[in-house]
């Protein structure tokens, strides 16, 4: 397993990978799977806007498009005041592969790092129970 520490250099070295014209606000990622293998991503951004691809959800996609459907811990990385909190539709997306007990580890631009469990972040998501799947 990866130590935080090296998570979190991971997750901030992919800011400089952001591809963020419009926002000009990067935001890195580094992703955990159950079986140790680390995913890295980052905001990939469009001219037209809406088709942004967040950090998170790039880490996702490629862990799970290499065969990792269990996550166990996220460390995001962006230059701002507040911690990286992830967005709603990433906290959607982390829930299918990590569920509640998943760690989120958010990094805010001085490089402190606020620690939750995603079921604080996203309690009652939408899952394959509620499906009845
Ligand atoms: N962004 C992320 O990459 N992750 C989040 O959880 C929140 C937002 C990106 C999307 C966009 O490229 C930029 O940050 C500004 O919203």
Redesign the pocket.
Known sequence: MATEQELIEKATAMLDMAY?PY?H?P?GAALECADGAVYTGC?V?NASYGL?N???RTAAFKAVSEGRRRFSRIV?AARCEDY????GA?RQVLNEFGGPEMDVVCLNGKGEAARVKLGELFPHGVDSVWLGK
Do not use: G, M
Request: aromatic share 12%; proline share 6%; hydrophobic share 45%.
């Open positions: 963020v926002s606000f935001v905001n951004e942004t967040c950090a998170e995001i990286a909190w992830p967005c990433c």
